[in-house]
């Protein structure tokens, strides 16, 4: 793998050509976008590669992991935790990036709110973006004596993995819900894991396909649209077959809209389509492990 070492002016290059790549992007078509998309994403990894210049580095097959001091005691848990998600989430999707996926571990909650500008109320056990994943510090959320494998099981390795995977196979053509809800499903089928709470049964009154497609990150009831959103894509896989999701993940990845996708690969349109998975979840999603 190629190595870039960025200083001084070269680094202000790096920023003017982000700066340009994104205002290219903006104004072109979908198919050129998605051309265009993986620019502005290595890009972005470029400019947080550099701006944690002052991390250590530890490396694995196919996964580059930096981290303070904080978390010496932790890498080796979150290095197998990365190694263990690779096999079964490009196995799921079929597909695999090139060279090493970077990690970062961000020592507290405080880090990695500040990482994406976030409120004091926000937090998350690991974020993907601009092909880079973030994970917050075992230490801030893992019991102490717990396991490699309860850090496997509990923690967000393989959802944010997966997110990764899916924006390199589809070069960022897919709406958010739709993301969210294959990670999930995923890490479902990998970890048996279900994110369940009092607020987020599906039975109840459930956000529309255009409030989950237009402000899903802004939704009231985030659990709720995470549900709903898994509840979605279960019913592809569930009702139609796992060829059928695929199908739909390879005409986002030709540059088709979801919409088009899921009419093309299921003959339902937006309206009968989320009628039947909702009809579906509630027979099928509403008990709890």
Do not use: C
Not at 53 to 71: C, L, P
Not at 76 to 101: R, S, W
Not at 214 to 224: A, E, I, R, T
Not at 227 to 247: F, M, N, P, T
């Amino acid at each position: 793998m190629r190595s870039i070492t960025i200083h001084g002016t070269s680094m202000l290059t790096v920023i003017i050509g982000l700066v340009f790549i994104v205002l290219l992007y903006l104004n072109v078509p979908l198919r050129p976008q998605m051309w265009i998309y993986p620019l502005v994403r290595q890009a972005a990894q470029l400019k947080v590669d550099y701006e944690t210049g002052y991390m250590s580095v530890y490396e694995t097959e196919h996964f580059r992991i930096k981290y303070t001091q904080a978390d010496a005691d932790t890498i080796d848990m979150i290095a197998e935790a990365a190694e263990a998600a690779y096999a079964p989430v490009t196995h799921e999707l079929n597909y695999a990036p090139q060279g090493k996926t970077l990690i970062l571990v961000q020592p507290n909650r405080n880090e990695l709110r500040q990482a994406f500008g976030w409120s004091g109320n926000e937090s998350a056990m690991g974020v993907y973006w601009g092909g880079v994943i973030q994970l917050l510090s075992p230490h801030a959320w893992l019991n102490t004596g717990a396991t490699v494998q309860d850090f496997i099981k509990a923690g967000p390795m393989v959802h944010e993995y997966t997110h990764l995977v899916f924006d390199h196979l589809t070069n960022g053509n897919y709406p958010r819900w739709f993301t969210e809800g294959l990670a999930q499903y995923v890490e479902y089928r990998v970890n048996d894991y279900e994110w369940q709470t009092a607020t987020n049964k599906l039975d109840g009154k459930l956000y529309t396909m255009a409030e989950l497609n237009s402000d899903f990150d802004n939704l009231p009831n985030q659990s709720l649209a995470y549900r709903q959103s898994l509840a979605a894509v279960r019913y592809i896989a569930e009702v139609y077959g796992e060829d059928k999701l695929h199908q739909i993940i390879n005409d986002l990845k030709a540059g088709q809209s979801i919409d088009k996708a899921i009419q093309k690969s299921l003959g339902l349109d937006s309206a009968a389509f989320a009628r039947s998975w909702q009809q579906w979840a509630v027979t099928h999603m509403n008990s709890s492990k």
